[in-house]
């Protein structure tokens, strides 16, 4: 069980995801009546009131005068100019970062390149310089920020705030990420994976929006996934759901970094990718390959088009699991458009259950290389009103 938390099922902690529900529903569809409210989260009136008189007494939601179908109605909307939040996302190699009032009003956001296995001091470092520099830029300083939420690209343990699997992120191996990084900031910071985090920007204002069952692929040096169950991330029963670049395709393939053989990650991770292209096209990188791919070159297209076949039979294991309504990709091989989804949807298609294969959407993310910072500031937004509250 978590620790300093509430028990889950508790009337605080009860209350608490209530209002994480009220914030996520006014992040997504914008001002609301309470009637809209209710409707849309499935929670009675009377406790709408509660929750809604309680955001507006923490200055995190505004009420308004406003007139609907005709009749006078008091519209609900998060307060602007609120708390300052920002979105930290670390990919394999590089770090995003966005501060803003919510996920829908970002304020600015930057990108920065990592060097591979960097130590997580180096690389929380930079993301606190990057995020410092940031917040001058745009007027403002550290101290103005309310809340964090970081994201990492690898299984986020949600019982001790730990990286799950030291193997896959060799040098985080035992470190604290979040309260290091609320030491650098003197904020609170609360920690998710990234393919999760880019799931939640995706859900609220992308390709999953209103999709009930589904998931986000990120791909790029390596794979992760955010899976979406009734209309929510799911997260598993510690927090490490979705770790599909450790689903083993081949019980003799190739030995992954995780000590398993046959990983989705040993076939469509960059390494893989660099390593079937080099012999003819030399010394390259994963940017490379995308680039080349787009300007139609065969080796660098057959390697894109290989790649999504083989993410394709781990796919179609999560479309018989899950029979999901939509799968959005991105990352940067989604960079290369239908040569990918096409070859994806052959390797579903070849490998689902008929009906299942025939339900599932496969399609680009909407949000880009934004998805994961937007999540994050989602995440930052429902962590802080869940601390106020
Ligand atoms: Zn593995």
Redesign the pocket.
């Known amino acids: 069980m978590k620790t300093g938390g509430s028990a889950p099922g508790s009337q605080s902690s009860l209350r608490r995801a209530n209002r994480e529900r009220v914030v996520e529903t006014l992040s997504a569809h914008g001002p609301l009546t309470q009637v809209e409210i209710s409707g849309a989260t499935g929670l009675s009136p009377a406790t709408i009131s509660n929750l809604v008189r309680d955001l507006a007494a923490d200055g995190e939601v505004a009420l308004s005068n406003s007139v609907r179908n005709g009749r006078r109605a008091v519209l609900v909307a998060l307060a602007e100019g609120g708390p300052l939040l920002a979105g930290v996302a670390f990919g394999d190699r590089d770090i995003r970062v966005a501060i803003g009032t919510g996920p829908n009003d970002v304020i600015a956001s930057q990108r920065m390149p990592l060097p591979q296995d960097h130590h997580a001091d180096e690389g929380l470092d930079r993301a606190a310089r990057l995020l410092h520099d940031l917040l001058v830029d745009n007027g403002r300083s550290v101290p103005d920020l309310d809340q964090v939420a970081l994201g990492l690209p690898a299984p986020v343990d949600s019982v001790t705030g730990a990286v799950g699997s030291e193997l ?1 992120m060799p040098g985080w191996r035992g470190v604290p990420a979040a309260a290091e990084l609320e030491t650098a900031l003197r904020a609170p910071v609360v920690l998710d994976n990234t393919a999760n985090l880019a799931a939640e920007g995706e859900l609220l204002a992308g390709a999953l929006s209103r999709v009930s069952t589904g998931a986000y692929l990120k791909l790029s040096h390596g794979v992760g996934a955010g899976l979406v169950i009734g209309g929510r991330v799911f997260r598993g029963s510690a927090g490490t759901a979705g770790e599909i ?2 689903v083993t395709i081949d019980e003799a393939g190739p030995v ?5 053989r046959g ?4 076939y469509v991770g960059s390494p893989a990718l660099i390593a079937a292209i080099a012999p003819s096209q030399g010394p390259i990188g994963l940017r490379d390959i995308i680039a080349r791919a787009q300007q139609g070159d065969p080796g660098c297209r057959r390697v894109i088009v290989d790649a999504g076949r083989h993410l394709g039979v781990a796919v179609a294991g999560l479309v018989n699991l899950l029979n999901p309504e939509v799968i959005a990709v991105g990352g940067q091989l989604a960079r290369t458009g239908d040569l990918l989804l096409d070859a994806m949807r052959e390797g579903v298609e070849r490998s689902a259950i008929p009906s299942a294969a025939a339900s599932v959407e496969l399609v680009l993310g909407a949000l880009g290389d934004e998805a994961d910072v937007r999540g994050a500031l989602l995440r930052a937004a429902t962590a802080r009103s869940a601390r106020v509250g």
């Open positions: 896959i670049g450790h992954c970094r995780c000590g398993n990983c989705l990650n040993t």
